[in-house]
């Protein structure tokens, strides 16, 4: 999924960045809930839901995600795209 901007109410003060990633895809692959990944990566569930449809994110909550994932972190391409 290539980078894109997305408005959100107002078009002239907030701009969502979208990213492409596989979270969902591996989450949903290994069984897991929602919840289930949120408290394995210590997040909130509405922030891994903001991540599966594409929101950005910190470093760290992507190191987070990618771990509770089961994954190296060398495998990050594997789960999100390059930015």
Known sequence: ????TITVGNPE????????????????????SK??????AKISVLTIDRVEKGMTCRM????????SLGMK????DKVFTRE
């Open 60 to 67: 760290d909550t992507k190191r987070k995600i990618i771990l």
């Open 35 to 40: 919840a289930e990944l949120a408290r394995r």
């Open 1 to 4: 999924m290539p980078e894109e």
């Open 13 to 32: 003060k907030e701009k969502v960045k979208v990213e492409g990633n596989n979270v969902r895809k591996i989450r949903e692959g290994l069984l897991l």
């Open 73 to 76: 972190l060398s495998d990050r």
